[in-house]
């Protein structure tokens, strides 16, 4: 009951000063907001990086051929094309942890369909790789084991790509032609989005690895069964270490590397790139809310400014509670709930006006924006600690004033 | 009967740069319950160092205060600030109203910082203010309200938490000749009915509706 008169009295002398009140708490607003928006602004970065994640598919590991060395120098991974549909095969039967092993060739190509064309990534591979990828159909179907045996010439097309050669109209059914050959869409893909570095996973067509390089992909190349990468998925992700060393093992004895010969191919784990990426996100992120929360103590001195001014101000009313029986404590109790309201009326305003920029950015930069709540009661919880902080001193000086001397100068 | 105040040696110093001053000199003196006193002066004689003492605003550099039995000065600064609650009540030459609160919060202030809060407060504030008189003007805030009205507020606020010793300094100071009676007529009704008044002033048309005059010159009594 003493505490909601004390909260109304602080209400009361918060209002008296509006101007000077809003003025006071501009820098808590401030800081809030910016912990607010700069918090939804990574969070939402992160969220798609998750996104992104999610959408490689689980426990996957990424077997590339190694780099050339020519005369000591190494070249780019994958100028040597030291890996075969074989190793894929080899490694699915070997390695017991390996749940499915596709063999990947794949070539930026164009493609046309009527009088549109399109240059996408032509990807040759075996029905494993939706599997690996956990890539769902939108419409049709999958190509199967026998069609790819069978070198069938059928397309699994992207999102992107049935956007842009059919625009609109379905593709099921049509063909795409890829320089002399013509491949007839039997499915459509569900939209996947950027992988984590940014490329468009929906810009693809997908035809059986046979056919790919049979007709389209690599025809150039001495051994046919060359492959440009294989994609590994483990049974968790606990055996995925394990699973690196046995798939090692395998390639190295298919490759007959021996003893300190450096391997001929190099195996990725891709979801610790994207945690990487993760983690170093979630720092910058930390990095930039801290800075943020240091607006909000500059706030606070702001506060403690107008407190210690208001005390001074005041002293004629400090001299009179205290002629008519307040405590030091009381006076005390008083100009600290003061501030500690000013500061969470701050935090409130800071609030809106974080909440309100958060819903603008995505409109109008078109970033994502993840709003967290519980970052916003955290705000506002801090603001009110702030609050706290930074009245102690005012109203410790309130408190001790001299109640003779305060009615003399009045 | 023993006296309500008993003022022993009361000696007060104050520091100005290297020069101290001496606001007392050796002041003793006894109210008795029920007296209505008058404290005169010339500025700077000390008559409001005096009632500062006596109200337990200030502290004394030497001497011995009683209240009834109670020796003031030995006490924590809470207990000080339960005497100023509950047994004193002031009155001052400006009226002291807080200017944001109504003549009825103003009034409730002492009541706010009683350490048994009462179950209605506001009854008790509002017939403190119908007994000097402001039954009607209770939500007006001061500046509202005229010179006198104002210093009836501040005695209602005096009196709410009934008191033993009122005190007051120069409560007529910034009033006509009029409304400065009608507050002296107040004073002397509210010491009939028991209270002990205790009042500052350097008008001596004031000081003769009091039953004593102390005069005090530099410090010291020379006339009681």
């Known amino acids: ?410 | 009967m023993r006296s309500l105040v008993t003022l022993d040696h009361i000696h007060k110093q104050h520091r100005l740069g290297d020069q101290i001053v001496h606001a007392l000199l050796d002041v003793s003196l006894k109210i008795d319950r029920g007296e209505f006193v008058a404290i005169m002066g010339p500025s700077g004689s000390g008559k409001s160092t005096l009632l500062s003492i006596l109200g337990c605003l200030d502290h004394p550099s030497r001497g011995r205060y009683l209240l009834d039995d109670e020796d003031v000065f030995v006490q924590s600064k809470v207990r000080l600030s339960e005497l100023r609650n509950r047994r004193i009540g002031f009155i001052f030459q400006n009226f002291n109203l807080l200017p944001r609160l109504t003549a009825l919060e103003n009034v409730g202030l002492p009541l706010f910082y009683r350490r048994e809060p009462l179950r209605n407060p506001t009854a008790r504030a509002r017939a403190a203010l119908e007994q000097v008189g402001l039954g009607g003007r209770m939500h007006h805030v001061p500046a509202q309200l005229s010179g006198g009205e104002q210093q009836r507020v501040a005695v209602a606020r005096a009196i709410v938490n009934g008191p033993d010793l009122l005190l007051a300094d120069e409560p007529t100071g910034a009033l006509d000749t009029s409304t400065r009676d009608a507050i002296l007529a107040l004073l002397g009704e509210l010491q009939c009915a028991g209270l002990t008044v205790v009042l500052v002033t350097h008008d001596s048309e004031v000081a003769a509706c009091a039953w004593r005059t102390i005069r005090l010159r530099d410090g010291a009594i020379v006339g009681n």
């Open chain 1, 1 to 410: 009951m003493r505490t909601f008169s004390y909260i109304y009295l602080a209400f009361r002398s918060v209002r008296a000063h509006i101007l000077r009140s809003i003025l006071a708490v501009t820098g808590i607003v401030i800081g809030v907001a910016a912990v607010l928006i700069v918090v939804a602004v990574a969070e939402g970065a992160r969220a798609e990086i998750s996104r992104q994640i999610n959408s490689l598919g689980s426990n996957l590991l990424l077997v590339q051929p190694g780099a050339q060395v020519a005369q000591g120098v190494r070249q780019q991974a994958g100028t040597i094309l030291s890996l075969t549909a074989g190793d894929a095969i080899a490694v699915a039967r070997g390695v017991p942890e390996v749940v499915v092993a596709a063999p990947f060739v794949g070539e930026q190509k164009t493609t046309i369909s009527g009088d549109l064309n399109w240059s996408t990534l032509v990807a040759g591979v075996t029905p494993g790789f939706f599997e690996a990828r956990e890539w769902r159909l939108a419409e049709g179907q999958l190509f199967n084991d026998d069609q790819v045996a069978l070198a069938a010439k059928i397309a699994v097309i992207g999102r992107t790509v049935a956007r842009e050669l059919f625009r609109g109209s379905d593709p099921l059914g049509r063909f795409v032609r890829i320089e002399r050959s013509s491949y007839l869409v039997i499915g459509t893909l569900a939209e996947k989005g950027q992988d984590f570095t940014g490329r468009d996973q929906d810009d693809v067509m997908f035809i059986p690895l046979s056919s790919a390089r049979i007709f389209t992909i690599g025809r150039s190349q001495a051994n046919l069964d060359v492959v440009h990468s294989i994609l590994v998925k483990t049974e968790s992700a606990q055996s995925m270490p394990a699973a690196e060393t046995a798939i090692a093992r395998v390639l190295r004895q298919r490759h007959k590397i021996v003893g300190r010969k450096a391997d001929d191919f190099r195996i990725q784990n891709l979801i610790q790139v994207a945690q990487t990426r993760d983690r170093a996100y979630r720092q910058f992120t930390l990095l930039v809310s801290t800075l943020a929360g240091i607006s909000l103590l500059v706030g606070g001195i702001g506060v403690m400014n107008i407190m210690l001014v208001s005390v001074t101000e005041r002293i004629n009313e400090i001299g009179i509670r205290l002629a008519f029986g307040a405590r030091p404590q009381d006076i005390r109790r008083q100009f600290l709930l003061e501030a500690v309201l000013l500061c969470t009326i701050g935090g409130l305003l800071g609030l809106i006006v974080g909440y309100a920029c958060a819903r603008v950015v995505p409109w109008a930069l078109g970033w994502p924006i993840e709003f967290n709540e519980a970052m916003a009661l955290i705000a506002v919880a801090c603001s009110s600690l702030v609050g706290t902080v930074f009245g102690l001193l005012p109203a410790e000086r309130a408190a001790r004033l001299d109640p003779a001397v305060v009615l003399r100068s009045a």
